[in-house]
C-alpha cells in the first residue's frame, strides 16, 4: 500500500511539476519587437551573438543598438529621464539607476519577479550574488533614495570587483611579491622605480570624475574605515569624508599616487591604465579584475601578454583585518515609457538566466559572471582555471566575500564624488590633505 | 643680384617646408600608429622605424563585418558611419549652398532697413551652444518623429552651415565691384540671371574653399549625432566604439581615424585646384 | 525707376528660405533661456519656476568667476594668434617659391580630424614620459614640458591643438581674399619704390583685414562654445585649470544633474559671445569701410 502511495505521489509530482515547467509560457509575446541599448562592450557581445537563440525561444526580435562608451551615459540620461520610450531594455549601472529612479523613470522589476506568469521557475533569481542583489534594491521616497529596501530597479549582467593586478614577468624577474597594504604599495613601487626605471610602477585612474575613485581609493579606503556618507535613522546626516580615517587614507593614498603612478595620471582613464597594464608600461594596477583577465586570454597571434598578468586582493590599512573591494555592476533596466515592458522582462530574464550567464562566461566575454552557480560549475572552473589566467579565479572566489559596493545611494550621486576625484587632483598637486578634505566635506554637507 | 634672389627663394622655401612638417606631423603620427603593435604605440624612445603591420586594420574590418573570433560579433558598423557622415555633411552643404548664397548676395547688395539685424541674427545662431538647446531639442525632434532621420540631422546642421555659407558669401561678393552688376540689371537681367551667370564664377574660387570649410566643421560634429541619431550618427561617433576593452583600441582607433580622413583629404585634393589658379579680381575691369 | 524699385524689394524675399529655415531653432532656444530660470533637475519629477536663484549662485560661486577668466583667456588667446599664424601662412603660401606651390593643398589638412575623434590620439601625444611631442623636445635638449598633466600647462596645450586645428580656418578664408588683392595696385606701389614691407603693410594688409576679422567672428563663436577639444583631452582638469563655460556647464547639467544651473551658464555665455561677435563685425565694417 504505501508503495504504491509513493508511486502514485511520484507521478502526480511530476505531473505537476512538468505542468508547472510548461505553464511558462516563453511564446507569449511573439512577433513583438524591442529595443535594447548598451554601451560598447564585450558583454554585449555575448548578448548579441546569441540573439537567435533567443528569437528562437520566444519569437520576440531584438534591435540591439550600441553606443560609445563614456559618452552613452549622457545619451541615456538625456533618452531616460525624458521618457523618450526610445528604449525598451537599457544597460546601465547602478549609480545613474539612483537618479533615474526618482523621477519614477525605470520600472520597478519586483512586480515581475514575483509574478509566476512573467518569470520563469527556473530563473532563480537568488543564485545571484546577494551584494549585486542588494546593490540593485532600494526605496524612492519622494525624491530621495533610500537604501535597503524592496524595489528591483535593474538585473545585474555582468561585474567587476576591484583586484590588484600585477606583471607576474616584471615583479617575478626581481623577486617582489605583490603588496599587501597601502604603504607597502608605496615602498614596492620605489624598489621597482630603482630595478626597472623605464617602467611606470603603478597603472592608475585620475581623471576628475568619479570613475577614478571607485576603484582603487574607495576600496583601499574602506578598509582603513572610511565612508563616503554617515547614517541616522535610515537617512544620510553626514559625510565621512574628513574624519580622522580618512585623513589618515588620504595621506598615504596621496603619497603613493605621488610615487607611483604616471605623470600624465591626471587625464589617465581606464584605458591609460588597460593599456599600461597590457603593453608592460605599468607593472601593477588596482583596478576592475577583468581587464586583466581579458588581457591574458591566448591570441593565436600570441601578442597579447597572455599568463603574465595576475591577480592579489586590493592593498589595505596597515594592521587592517581585511581587504575591501569595490564593485561596479552593469545592470539591465527597464524605462518606464517603454512600450513592451512584457517582451522587454523575457529579454531581461533570459540575459541573465543561468544559462546565458554561463554562456556568456564560456565565450570568456560576460566576465565576472553574476551567479554564484556559474562559479561553481565544472565548465567555468575548468576554462577560468586554465594556466593564462594564474590565479584570477582563486583571487576572485578569495576577494568575492569582502566585495560590495562602497557608496551610499544617493540622487545626484555624481556631484560629491566627482567633487573628491577633483580634490583628490589637488591633494596630490600638492594641496594639504586635511585642508582639502574640509572644503570638500563642507560643500558636500552644504548639500546634505 | 642673382645671390640675393637664391637666398630669399632658399629661406622661404625652408620655412614653407617648416610649416608643413608641423601641419602634417600629427596626421603621419596617427598614420603610424595605425602600423604598430598595442605594445609599439606608447614605447619610450617613439618608434618611427618598425615592422608594420596590418594587423589593426584585419580588426576593424573584421569588427565591420562581424563574424570574427576575437573580437567579438559585434558589427562596430563602421562604414555606415561614414557614409552617414557624407550624406548629412555634404546634403547640409549643399542645401546651405542652395538658400545661402542668394541670401549672401542680399545681404552684401540690399539695403533694407532691418538688413544688418537679420544677419546679425543669422549669424546668432551659431552663438548658442549645444547643450543650451539640447533637451528641448530632443523633444523637439521626439515629438516631430525626425529623430535619426537624414532630413533632421541635415536640417538641424544647418545651425553650423548656413550662417558661414551666407556671411562668407556676402564677404567675397563686397569685393566684387558693383559696376558689372548694374550694367546687367539696366539690360534687363533678372537677379537670378544675375547670380548664376555673373556672381557665382566670379565666387568660385572663395566658394569652393568656404564650402569645403564648411563640409569639414560639419563633419567635425560629434554631439548632434550622438544625441539625436542612433542609426544614423556620423563617423565622428562610430569612432569612439572603437573603445572597446576587448581590443587594442589605442591603434585600432588610429585605424578608423586614418579610414574616416580618407574621404575629407580626396574632396580637399580634389578642390584645391580651384585655388590654384589665381582669380584676380581686378581682372574683371 | 518704379521697374527697378519693385524688382529689388521682390528679390530681398530671397533671404526668407534662410531666416525661416532657423527659425524653428529660435523656438528651441528661447525654451532653453527658459530653463535657465527652473530648478530643473535630470530625473527628478518636479520642476519648477525659480526665478534669478540660478544666476545668484553663480554670482555667489568663485568657481564660476574662474571659469569666466578662463574661457576668455582662451577664445582671446587662441583666436588672436591663429589669426597672426593664419596671415603669416597665408602670405608664406602663396609666394611663388616652388615648395609652396607644391605643399599648398595640406593648409586643410588639420581640419580633416574632428577635435573629439583625436583627443585621444593627442593625450598619447602628449604623454609627459612617452609622448612624441616631448621627444622632439628632448632632441632640442628642452625638459619635458608637462602638456595637459598640470594644472599650470594644461590650458597652453588646450590653445596649442585649437590653434594646430584652427589656424587653417584663417589661412584658407585670407588666402581666398589674397588672390583678390589688387594685383595692379601692389606692382604700381613697388614701381613708385616701397618695400616689400609697405606694399603688405599698407595695401595688402588692409586688404586682408575684413577677411581676418569675419574669420575671427567665427572662431570667437566657436572658442567660447568649444567643447570637444576639453572633454577629450581634460575633461575640465586637473583641478579645474581648463574649465571653460561649456565644460562647467556639462557638468552642472550632466555630472551634477542641475539643468537649469547649466543652462544659466551657457546663457551667460551667450551673452559673452553676442558682445564679442558684436565688436569683431563692427571692426569688420570699418575696415571694409577702409578698404573701399
Redesign the interface.
Known amino acids: 500500500m504505501k508503495k504504491i502511495k509513493i508511486f502514485f505521489s511520484a507521478i502526480l509530482f511530476s505531473i505537476i511539476s512538468t505542468l508547472a515547467l510548461a505553464d511558462f509560457d516563453w511564446k507569449k509575446y511573439a512577433g513583438e519587437k524591442i529595443v535594447f541599448a548598451y554601451d560598447i562592450h564585450p558583454y554585449v557581445d555575448a548578448l548579441v551573438e546569441k540573439l537567435p537563440e533567443f528569437e528562437a525561444l520566444t519569437g520576440i526580435k531584438v534591435d540591439a543598438q550600441i553606443f560609445p562608451d563614456d559618452v552613452y ?2 545619451k541615456l ?1 538625456l533618452e ?2 525624458t521618457d523618450s520610450g526610445a528604449w525598451d531594455v537599457a544597460g546601465t549601472g547602478v549609480q545613474p539607476t539612483w ?2 529612479s ?4 525605470n520600472v520597478d522589476l519586483s512586480k515581475f519577479l514575483n509574478d509566476p506568469t512573467m518569470t520563469s521557475p527556473d530563473y532563480n533569481y537568488n543564485d545571484i550574488y546577494p551584494s549585486l542583489r542588494s546593490a540593485m534594491t532600494w526605496d524612492v521616497k519622494g ?1 530621495e533614495v533610500v537604501g535597503n529596501g524592496k524595489g528591483v530597479w535593474g538585473l545585474p549582467h555582468s561585474f567587476e570587483n576591484m583586484n590588484l593586478m600585477y606583471r607576474n614577468d616584471i615583479l617575478g624577474k626581481h623577486n617582489i611579491k605583490p603588496p599587501k597594504t597601502l604603504p607597502e604599495l608605496t615602498a614596492t613601487c620605489k624598489k621597482l622605480k630603482q630595478v626597472e626605471p623605464g617602467i ?1 610602477p603603478m597603472a592608475l585612474r585620475g ?3 568619479w570613475s577614478s575613485v571607485h576603484t582603487a581609493p574607495a576600496s583601499i579606503a574602506k578598509s582603513y574605515g572610511v565612508v563616503d556618507y554617515v547614517m541616522k535613522d535610515g537617512k544620510i546626516s553626514d559625510t565621512g569624508l574628513d574624519s580622522k580615517a580618512s585623513i589618515k587614507f588620504h595621506k598615504d593614498y596621496v603619497a603613493m599616487v605621488q610615487e607611483c603612478a ?6 589617465d582613464n581606464w ?2 591604465v588597460v593599456d599600461a597594464l597590457t603593453s608592460g ?1 605599468a607593472a601593477m594596477a588596482v583596478d576592475a579584475n577583468m581587464f586583466g583577465f581579458w588581457n591574458n586570454i591566448k591570441d593565436p597571434d600570441g601578442k597579447n601578454p597572455s599568463g603574465k598578468i595576475s591577480f592579489a586582493p586590493p592593498p589595505t590599512a596597515p594592521g587592517a583585518k581585511n581587504f575591501e573591494s569595490n564593485i561596479w555592476i552593469w545592470c539591465i533596466t527597464m524605462p518606464s515609457a517603454s512600450k513592451k515592458q512584457g517582451p522587454a522582462w523575457y529579454f531581461m530574464q533570459w540575459a541573465t538566466s543561468q544559462k546565458m550567464v554561463l554562456d556568456g562566461a564560456m565565450m570568456g566575454k560576460m566576465v565576472n559572471p553574476i551567479r554564484k552557480s556559474t562559479w561553481e560549475s565544472d565548465d567555468w572552473k575548468k576554462y577560468a582555471n586554465q594556466p593564462e589566467f594564474n590565479n584570477y579565479y582563486d583571487t576572485f572566489m578569495e576577494v568575492q566575500d569582502r566585495a560590495a559596493l562602497f557608496f551610499t545611494p544617493r ?2 550621486f ?2 560629491a564624488m ?1 567633487a573628491w576625484s ?1 580634490a583628490m ?2 591633494m596630490v ?1 600638492g594641496r594639504p590633505v586635511e585642508e582639502t578634505l574640509k572644503e570638500l566635506a563642507g560643500s558636500i554637507r552644504a548639500g546634505i | 643680384m642673382k645671390l640675393n634672389f637664391n637666398l630669399k ?1 632658399f629661406f ?2 625652408l ?3 617648416f ?2 612638417i ?3 606631423f ?2 603621419f ?2 598614420f603610424l ?1 595605425s602600423l604598430k603593435s598595442s605594445a609599439q ?6 618608434v618611427f622605424i618598425f615592422e608594420p603591420t596590418l594587423d589593426n586594420y584585419k580588426v576593424l574590418f573584421d569588427m565591420s563585418s562581424a563574424g570574427s573570433s576575437n573580437y567579438g560579433t559585434i558589427r562596430i558598423n563602421f562604414f555606415e558611419p561614414i557614409l552617414n557622415s557624407i550624406i548629412i555633411s555634404g546634403g547640409a552643404v549643399i542645401v546651405s549652398l542652395i ?2 548664397i ?2 549672401g ?3 552684401a547688395r ?1 539695403n ?1 532697413k532691418f538688413k544688418e539685424d ?1 544677419g ?18 530632443f523633444y ?1 525632434f521626439s515629438i516631430l518623429g525626425i529623430k535619426d532621420t537624414y532630413f533632421g540631422m541635415i ?2 546642421y ?2 553650423i552651415t ?3 555659407i ?3 558669401t556676402r ?2 561678393v ?2 566684387i565691384p558693383i559696376e558689372l552688376e548694374e550694367a546687367a ?1 539696366v539690360e534687363g537681367a ?2 537670378f540671371h544675375v547670380i548664376s551667370k555673373i556672381i557665382l564664377p566670379l565666387l568660385r ?2 566658394l569652393v ?2 564650402s ?2 564648411v563640409f ?2 560639419a ?5 548632434l549625432g550622438l544625441l539625436l541619431a542612433s542609426k544614423k550618427a556620423p ?2 561617433v562610430a ?2 566604439k572603437l ?1 572597446n576593452p576587448g581590443i587594442n583600441f ?1 591603434p585600432v ?2 585605424c578608423g ?1 586614418v579610414i ?2 580618407i574621404v ?2 580626396l574632396l ?2 580634389l578642390g ?1 585646384k580651384h ?2 589658379k ?5 581682372a574683371v575691369k | 525707376m518704379m521697374y ?1 524699385s519693385k ?3 521682390l ?2 524675399f ?2 526668407l ?3 525661416l ?2 527659425l524653428c ?1 529660435l ?3 528661447f ?3 527658459y ?1 535657465s530660470f527652473t530648478d530643473l ?6 520642476v519648477n519656476f525659480a526665478g534669478l536663484k540660478n544666476y545668484i549662485y553663480l554670482w555667489k560661486n568663485p568657481l564660476f568667476w574662474k571659469s569666466t577668466k578662463l574661457t576668455i583667456y582662451f577664445t582671446l588667446l587662441s583666436v588672436v594668434i591663429q589669426a597672426f599664424l593664419g596671415v603669416l ?1 597665408a602670405k ?2 602663396s ?1 611663388k ?5 607644391i ?16 583627443a ?6 602628449m ?6 611631442l616631448n ?1 622632439f623636445l628632448s632632441l632640442l635638449s628642452i625638459e619635458p614640458f ?1 602638456w ?4 599650470s600647462t594644461a590650458m597652453l596645450s588646450v590653445i596649442f591643438i585649437d590653434v ?1 586645428t584652427y589656424t ?2 584663417f589661412t ?2 585670407i ?3 589674397l ?7 601692389k606692382e604700381a606701389a613697388q614701381e613708385a619704390g616701397a618695400s616689400a614691407w609697405t606694399t603688405f603693410w599698407k595695401i595688402e594688409l588692409p586688404f586682408m583685414m ?2 581676418v576679422l ?1 574669420a575671427a ?2 572662431r570667437i ?2 572658442s567660447f ?1 568649444q ?2 577639444i576639453f572633454i577629450g ?8 585649470a581648463t574649465t571653460v ?2 565644460i562647467y ?3 552642472q ?7 537649469g544651473r ?2 544659466a551658464i ?2 551667460v ?2 551673452w559673452l ?2 558682445i564679442g ?2 565688436i569683431t ?1 563692427k571692426l569688420y565694417q570699418m575696415a ?1 569701410k577702409r578698404v573701399s
Open positions: 551615459w549622457n540620461n531616460i529621464t537618479d533615474t526618482v523621477g519614477n523613470h525624491e611606470t581623471v576628475n570624475f604616471a605623470k600624465s595620471w591626471p587625464n584605458y591609460q608600461n540622487y545626484g555624481g556631484e566627482n577633483v587632483q589637488e598637486n | 627663394n622661404l622655401n620655412l614653407v617646408l610649416a608643413a608641423i601641419i602634417i600629427p596626421i603620427w596617427i600608429m604605440v606608447m614605447e619610450w624612445p617613439p538658400i545661402g542668394p541670401a548676395y542680399i545681404l540690399s533694407f537679420i546679425f541674427f543669422i549669424l546668432g545662431f551659431r552663438f548658442a551652444p549645444l547643450i543650451l538647446v539640447i533637451i528641448p531639442m523637439f536640417w538641424v544647418q545651425v548656413l550662417p558661414m551666407i556671411w562668407l564677404v567675397y563686397e569685393d540689371f533678372n537677379v574660387p572663395g574653399g568656404a569645403l570649410l569639414l566643421l563633419w567635425h560634429n560629434f554631439a563617423v565622428t569612432l569612439l573603445l589605442y582607433m588610429a581615424l574616416s580622413m575629407p583629404i580637399i585634393f584645391q585655388f590654384v589665381g582669380l584676380t579680381f581686378g | 527697378q524688382e529689388k524689394s528679390k530681398n530671397l533671404i528660405p534662410s531666416v529655415i532657423l531653432f523656438f528651441v532656444f525654451y532653453g533661456v530653463l533637475k535630470l530625473g527628478k519629477p518636479t601662412l608664406l603660401f609666394t617659391v616652388i615648395l609652396a606651390k605643399f599648398r593643398p595640406i593648409i586643410l589638412l588639420p581640419l580633416v580630424l574632428p577635435p573629439m575623434s583625436v585621444l590620439m593627442w593625450t598619447t601625444m604623454n609627459p614620459e612617452r609622448g612624441v621627444y608637462m595637459i598633466s598640470q594644472y594646430w587653417p580656418f584658407l578664408i588666402y581666398a581674399g588672390l583678390g588683392v589688387n594685383q595692379e595696385m575684413p577677411y569675419i567672428v567665427f563663436i566657436e562654445n567643447f570637444d583631452t581634460t575633461g575640465g582638469g586637473p583641478a579645474k563655460y561649456s556647464a556639462y557638468i547639467s550632466f555630472q551634477n544633474l542641475n539643468f547649466g543652462t551657457l546663457f555665455n551667450w559671445v553676442l561677435a558684436l563685425i571694409r
